[in-house]
């Protein structure tokens, strides 16, 4: 049997992971991403700290399945989109990379925003802008470190500088520059848009554009020797973990609605072509089979839960890990509406994308009082994530029926079903937990003839492990709950911007 190889460079974690030809997870390893934040709202990492992780997770994962190198017949990858790793001409990093949560180039945002730039750059990109778009940081960089620029060779994404290292070719994939932005109808990138973000230095050093699905290049030896796979194995180009996700999921069919529950949490709607509605907000990205998948983000995600554990504790086992199931125990011990507290989970320093844009906006729990517990806190934080995902999807120009549901938080009976109360519609969890890194090697494994397609490797390998059925009475309490969190959303916005100018103040 012939096995496909998955790496996932997320923004907390990096995970390489192992299926075989049914699509089951035969093996995953995991590290921690180590981020760095060498001043207020950097988001940063040392890219040669990063390949390291790489190896220890592909070398563990063989470990784990007792296989050898020359048992993976293709490796896929993916990894979280935006940012920027510059690279000189031998392939080395001149700098840090930067990750898509960084704030630096804010001001050069908002200065577009005040030009009222934003318009015409959504309708050539179908993206809204956030700070770390990997243009507006070019354009950062080009003024603030034009040594680093001067010494750059070309750019990358995250997925991207991994393939350099495992093959030696730099390159970029479709879905990848959709987030730089690009062009969207063209599929490739914008000298317009380059120019407005002041990245225009960079149009003579753009990396090639190489098709998500093609064999981009093979296993050089040091890198083989490394990871302990074997030299000459293929290498496809791969896909943001944005658009990765959607492969694995299963959601191929136009309108496949589907959330992954992750750093940043994806509300996503399969599209047959770069349809832009709602205007001016989330994302668009180009997808194989010449489709596109339409994203409103929480930009804050799973990230909202990691801070409110960092800030006010909970549940632990004895290695000091968080005990997840003891905190839905208390969270389930806690009615509907959280005793009355609302979060508004706006905590990424990048701001909201949508179902609003406002780099600015900030999140706030409202409603507390001296009866107030920790274990109501955390159930509004558990109700927050379902809120803004239904928030999002009510922007959409499409109401999904049912919704798919990935990502780590998606493996908790708890959450599902309270998903499904919120939203109002069945929940489906699909059978792999690692639905980017499926996508990529499904890609991988259709380039070396493992599955006749893409189409048939998805029906092969796509299967659902729970399905939540959303029970009215809960849901109509919900939409009580709902109205209020809209309306406190829509009351917040008003502050975000004498908030920052005091901050600025201050």
Excluded at 55 to 64: G, Q, V, Y
Excluded at 92 to 107: C, H, T
Excluded at 266 to 284: I, K
Aim: aromatic letters at 8%; glycine letters at 10%; a negative charge.
């Amino acid at each position: 049997m012939k096995y496909v190889l998955g790496i996932d460079k997320g923004t907390s974690m990096i995970k390489s992971v192992i299926f075989d030809e049914a699509g089951s997870t035969v093996a995953v390893a995991r590290r921690r991403v180590d981020v760095l934040h060498p001043q207020a709202g950097w988001h940063e990492e040392d890219p040669k700290r990063t390949w390291a992780l790489c190896i220890e997770t592909t070398r563990e994962a063989l470990a784990t399945a007792r296989l050898i190198g020359s048992d993976i017949a293709a490796i896929g990858i993916t990894g979280h989109m935006g940012g920027a790793i510059l690279v000189d001409a031998a392939n080395l990093p001149v700098r840090n990379a930067i990750g898509w949560p960084d704030e630096r180039a804010q001001s050069h945002l908002l200065k577009l925003e005040a030009e009222g730039a934003l318009d015409g750059l959504f309708q050539i990109s179908g993206n809204g802008l956030m700070p770390g778009n990997t243009a507006l940081l070019l354009g950062w960089l080009a003024v603030h470190d034009p040594d680093s620029t001067a010494r750059a060779a070309t750019f990358l994404c995250a997925k991207d500088y991994l393939r350099l290292r495992l093959t030696g070719v730099a390159a970029i994939d479709p879905s990848d520059v959709s987030f730089v932005p690009g062009d969207i109808d063209g599929r490739t990138f914008s000298a317009e848009l380059m120019r407005a973000c002041g990245a225009e230095a960079w149009l003579e050093r753009l990396p090639a554009i190489v098709a998500s699905e093609k064999i981009a290049g093979h296993l050089q030896p040091e890198a083989a020797e490394l990871t302990g796979l074997m030299e000459g194995t293929p290498v496809i180009t791969g896909l943001g973990d944005g658009a990765a996700a959607a492969l694995g999921i299963g959601a191929l069919a136009s309108g496949s609605a589907f959330t992954v529950l992750g750093t940043s949490c994806l509300n996503s709607l399969v599209l047959d072509g770069p349809h832009r509605a709602p205007h001016g907000l989330g994302f668009l990205f180009a997808m194989p089979l010449d489709q596109y998948v339409r994203i409103l983000p929480n930009t804050s995600g799973t990230m909202t839960m990691d801070w409110f554990l960092e800030r006010f504790g909970g549940p632990q086992h004895a290695d000091g890990s968080w005990d997840f199931n003891a905190m839905e125990m208390a969270a389930a011990a806690i009615p509907p509406g959280a005793g009355g507290v609302l979060l508004l989970p706006y905590i990424n320093g990048a701001g909201v994308l949508a179902p609003f844009a406002d780099p600015l906006a900030r999140g706030a729990f409202f409603g507390m009082s001296v009866h107030t517990t920790r274990d109501h806190l955390l159930r509004a934080v558990y109700e927050a994530l379902c809120y803004s995902t239904r928030d999002c999807f009510a922007a959409m120009p499409e109401a999904p029926t049912s919704l798919k549901l990935s990502g780590g938080g998606a493996q908790s009976p708890f959450w599902g079903q309270l998903f499904a109360d919120v939203c109002g519609v069945p929940i489906e969890i699909p059978e792999s937990a690692e639905s980017g890194a499926l996508g990529v090697a499904l890609l991988a494994g259709v380039a070396v003839g493992m599955w006749p397609d893409l189409e048939a490797a998805v029906q092969r390998t796509s299967r659902v492990s729970a399905r939540y059925e959303p029970d009215p009475v809960q849901t109509k309490i919900y939409d009580g709950w709902f109205g209020l969190y809209q309306a406190l959303r829509s009351t917040y916005r008003n502050f975000s911007s004498q908030r920052a100018a005091l901050m600025e103040q201050a």
